[in-house]
Nanobody
Framework: VQLQASGGGLVQAGGSLRLSCTASGRTFSSYAMTWFRQAPGKEREFVAGISWRGDGRSSYAHSAQGRFTISRDNAKNTVYLQMNSLKPEDTAVYYC?????????????????WGKGTQVTVSS
């Protein structure tokens, strides 16, 4: 599976961005999909994950709860992360990843494939 993330950019605090991650290769619908992020000098952290089941089951980091929404369109082999009410502390490189091992994967060690990141910068 090859993953390509896009949609990052520079936005003012309070603004919104929608990240996309498109997969090619094996069957996208059989993978749990997850967004992580990594800020400078910090470890990569879980943001949001969505089940492979296609029923919308998802999980969010506390920092993302209520502001971010993860969704997937299996017909387009794409997972999205809608980010609203952005804060400067959301500034990071955002990565999408795929897991065949879990219904919803929230750990970096549980992922099988990674995409290159997309930079999100939120100015104050």
């Amino acid at each position: 599976v090859q993953l390509q993330a896009s949609g990052g950019g520079l936005v003012q605090a309070g603004g919104s961005l929608r990240l996309s991650c498109t997969a090619s290769g094996r069957t996208f619908s059989s993978y749990a999909m997850t967004w992580f992020r990594q800020a400078p000098g910090k470890e990569r952290e879980f943001v949001a994950g969505i089940s492979w089941r296609g029923d919308g089951r998802s999980s969010y980091a506390h920092s993302a709860q209520g502001r971010f929404t993860i969704s997937r369109d299996n017909a387009k082999n794409t997972v999205y992360l809608q980010m609203n009410s952005l804060k400067p502390e959301d500034t990071a490189v955002y990565y999408c990843a795929a897991s065949s091992r879990y219904e919803i994967a929230i750990s970096t060690s549980g992922m099988d494939y990674w995409g290159k990141g997309t930079q999100v910068t939120v100015s104050s």
